[in-house]
C-alpha cells in the first residue's frame, strides 16, 4: 500500500484525487504563510531590527490566519467540507487540552 493509499484510508476520503487535493492545499496554505512573513515583519519592524519576541508573536498570530487560508484553499479547490470537518477536529482538540490545563 502506497503512502497516498494510506493518507486516504486515514482521511477516509473517496479517490487518490481528492487526497492529492487536498495536500495541494496544505501546500498552498503553507506557502502563503511563508510569502506574507517578510512582508508583515518588514511593516511592523521598518528598521529591519526584530526584536526576539516577534518570532514567537508571530507563531501565536499565525495560528488563526493558516486555519482561515486552509479553509480559503479548501474551498477553491472543492475540498472545503474535508478543511471544516479537519478544523472542527483540531479546535475541538485544542479546546480539550485548555480543559485538561485548567482543571488540574
Same mark, same amino acid.
Given at each position: ?15 487518490l #484525487? ?26 511592523w ?7 526576539m #519576541?516577534?518570532?514567537?508573536?508571530? #507563531? ?11 479553509l ?17 477536529r ?15
Amino acid at each position: 500500500m502506497s503512502w497516498l493509499n494510506k493518507l486516504q484510508a486515514r482521511w477516509k476520503v473517496n479517490s487518490l #484525487w481528492q487526497v492529492i487535493l487536498i495536500l495541494l492545499v496544505f501546500a498552498c496554505t503553507g506557502l502563503t504563510v511563508l510569502f506574507i512573513k517578510q512582508p508583515l515583519f518588514n511593516y511592523w519592524f521598518p528598521e529591519g531590527v526584530k526584536p526576539m #519576541w516577534a518570532s514567537i508573536f508571530y #507563531w501565536i498570530l499565525i495560528l488563526p490566519v493558516y486555519n482561515i487560508f486552509l479553509l480559503f484553499y479548501g474551498f477553491i479547490f472543492g475540498q472545503f467540507q474535508f478543511f471544516w470537518a479537519f478544523e472542527k477536529r483540531f479546535f475541538s482538540r485544542f479546546a480539550n487540552i485548555l480543559n485538561k490545563k485548567n482543571h488540574e
